[in-house]
């Protein structure tokens, strides 16, 4: 099946021109620079900002699944339960998309579409020289699965597991490459280790 038969996709919020910073306003964008390489959002990094337009913004919500649909590296994000209260929008660069189905788990949607049959689908289909771009009905016609949720769920779990472990292999090669350089620096600090 195709991905619009599953999810709604819509445009991100759009701001007349850059995204300026506007402290107080209350209502926050989701920018590319926002997402963490693990892909989730860095909620503290977005900018605080104010709404274009009259219309009431599309606001996110759990279960919203983002899709970067410019530049080389087309990832899905999914907005989860850390969102808290937070009004926020995607930034313009972004699709939202929101399950039509209660069988599709959006964790498992966005796990998908961060999949290599899913990239080089997106890589074959990209627009664009310097930019490329991925238009809303080439993602609406990304092929996808819809398996059991149980299947779903397990898929997930592991993902998630897998994950997990490799934030702790990270942070584990963080303090060893602290450690090595605190090393370092006490032997430069060792009176007589320059002289001659």
């Known amino acids: 099946m195709k991905l619009d038969e599953i999810a709604s996709i819509n445009a991100g ?84 998309l929101r399950s039509k189905t209660r069988q599709l788990r959006p964790g498992f949607l966005a796990w998908l579409l961060n999949r290599p049959p ?10 664009g020289t310097l930019t490329k771009s991925i238009r809303r009905s080439v993602l609406g016609a990304t092929p996808v699965v819809l398996p059991p949720q149980d299947k779903q769920d397990t898929i997930i779990n592991l993902a998630n597991a897998i994950n997990k472990k490799e934030q702790l292999m990270e942070q584990l090669v963080r303090n060893g490459e602290t450690l090595m350089n605190g090393i370092a620096n006490d032997l430069l600090q060792e009176p007589g280790v320059n002289a001659q």
């Open 13 to 96: 919020h759009q701001f007349r021109g850059r995204i300026q910073e506007k402290p107080g306003t209350g209502m926050f964008a989701v920018q590319m620079k926002n997402i963490s390489p693990n892909q989730t959002v860095n909620w503290i990094s977005c900018s605080e900002t104010e709404p274009a337009g009259k219309r009431e913004p599309n606001w996110l919500k759990p279960g919203d699944v983002l899709f970067a649909a410019r530049g080389n590296n087309n990832y899905a994000v999914l907005i989860d339960e850390t969102i808290g209260g937070l009004r926020a929008v995607a930034a313009p660069h972004f699709f939202v």
């Open 118 to 127: 899913s990239q080089h689908y997106f890589q074959r289909e990209a627009e």
